[in-house]
């Protein structure tokens, strides 16, 4: 009788047992790497990535920003790998850049033609040192050129080392020898002679005789 009187209390109910349901449900076949971000911040994100990637062959990220890159650049060689008028705006709306889309149709996947899938690898780096992030490269398997990061500039030494004294032919080693041979010899110093002992004198008093 009270469902009757007041049916919105039935879908209110029915309401909160379809939120629950929702709420507990896994999230079963889905692959989605969030980053922190939202929708929009990771969109760019990984598209950036994806074109700093296509310019200079391989970057240097984080390991979980490695495996969010890879499916979106190897759809991006699907598209060039296609070749069509269509294909190439698909890809354009996703990188924003003319230039890049036109070095992926024309160099990347040119290069991946005969690869079926599989166009990116990534290598593990270890962890960062200041926050201990686990860092990776993401690069092309069919890369030509790799870019290879700068060697570190070895630290300067505090102390320098004393620089050897450059070594002597033989006419300036006899030269010198002459002008040591005629130079007079040093005088011999006369020993000093003692000091007269001094009588001593009595004051104060007379002496007897007188």
Known sequence: M???????????????????RVSS????????????????HRRALLANQVCALIQHQRIKTTLAKAKAVRPLAERMVTLGKNGSIHARRRALAVLRQKSVVKQLFDDIAQRSAER???????IKLGARKSDSARMAF???V????????????????????????PQQTEPEQAAQEET?????APRQEEPAEEPKTKKRRWFGRKSDEG
């Open 2 to 20: 009270a469902l009757r009187r007041w049916p919105h209390l039935l879908l209110a109910n029915s309401k909160r047992l379809c939120e629950d």
């Open 25 to 40: 449900r896994m999230r079963h076949q889905k692959k989605t790497i969030k980053l922190g971000r939202t929708a929009d």
């Open 116 to 122: 079926n899938g599989g166009y990116t690898r990534i």
């Open 138 to 140: 993401i690069e092309w």
């Open 142 to 165: 069919d890369a030509e050129h790799i870019a290879e990061e700068k060697p570190k500039k070895e630290k300067k030494a505090k102390h320098k080392e004393p620089e050897a004294k």
């Open 180 to 184: 040591k041979a005629e130079a007079p």
